[in-house]
């Protein structure tokens, strides 16, 4: 069994930044690959990032590339998700997902809320 704890959300304005953390229980962490997906008010959850297990290779939805940058710390068994020139749509509850084959997600994180004001 595997448990992800988010951490770092809150209240930032508009071009600030913001850096989440997922910890994650269990020993499948360091092969896994891990993602963050988010969801605002009244919308579907969505891709945000995603990275392997040796951090070589990183996906971004459109949206975000350019601004947030996602790395993992397998020694911590904790993925990041650095959030740069934060928007006011990039407001929603963000969750990390942990996976053990590309897009398709095992283990999901409770989420923590990103508010960003204009």
């Known amino acids: 069994q595997v448990q992800l704890v988010e951490s770092g959300g809150g209240l930032v304005q508009a071009g600030g930044s913001l850096r989440l953390s997922c910890a994650a229980s269990?020993?499948?962490?360091?092969?896994?690959?891990m993602n963050w997906f988010r969801q605002g008010a009244g919308k579907e959850r969505e891709f945000v990032a995603a990275?392997?297990?040796?951090?070589?290779?990183?996906n971004y939805h459109d949206s975000v590339k350019g601004r947030f940058t996602i790395s993992r710390d397998n020694a911590k068994n904790t993925v990041y998700l650095q959030m740069n020139n934060l928007k006011p749509e990039d407001t929603a509850v963000y969750y990390c997902?942990?996976?053990?084959?590309?897009?398709?997600?095992?283990?999901w994180g409770q989420g923590t809320q990103v508010t960003v004001s204009s």
């Open positions: 269990g020993r499948t962490f360091s092969r896994s690959i």
């Open positions: 990275i392997n297990w040796s951090g070589t290779n990183t």
């Open positions: 997902a942990l996976a053990n084959v590309w897009y398709k997600m095992d283990y």
